[in-house]
Nanobody, 122 residues
Framework: VQLQASGGGLVQPGESLRLSCATS????????IGWFRQVPGKEREGVSC????????DYSDSVKGRFTISRDIAKNTVYLQMNSLKPEDTAVYYC????????????????WGQGTQVTVSS
């Protein structure tokens, strides 16, 4: 089982980025994929999640309306489209896998990607 997050970078406030989480070793149809972010010295925060089968999605209040999670089952990839980025979105973003439905709690996830840095700064 592997997850590899990519697509991070340095952008200005108001700009967009799309993160990708390439997965292998399991089926997205039977797994939930969550995006989390962490800033040094702060707790890890759940950002968004997409559940198995029906692809139900969930977002934290801090990103609702700006971020969109989606998946391409054929490509085994989950995306996080981030629009209207703010400096407070700066963090290392991780994708993680758990069985079936989403959870906001990172400890429920059993496999994690390596993280990709997103920096929003003028």
């Amino acid at each position: 089982v592997q997850l590899q997050a990519s697509g991070g970078g340095l952008v200005q406030p108001g700009e967009s980025l799309r993160l990708s989480c390439a997965t292998s070793g399991f089926s997205l149809e039977y797994s939930a994929i969550g995006w989390f972010r962490q800033v040094p010295g702060k707790e890890r925060e759940g950002v968004s999640c997409i559940s198995h089968y029906d692809g139900a999605t969930d977002y934290s209040d801090s990103v609702k309306g700006r971020f969109t999670i989606s998946r391409d089952i054929a490509k085994n990839t989950v995306y996080l489209q981030m629009n209207s980025l703010k400096p407070e979105d700066t963090a290392v973003y991780y994708c993680a896998r758990k069985a079936t439905i989403c959870s906001e709690y990172g400890y429920n996830y059993d496999y994690w990607g390596q993280g990709t840095q997103v920096t929003v700064s003028s």
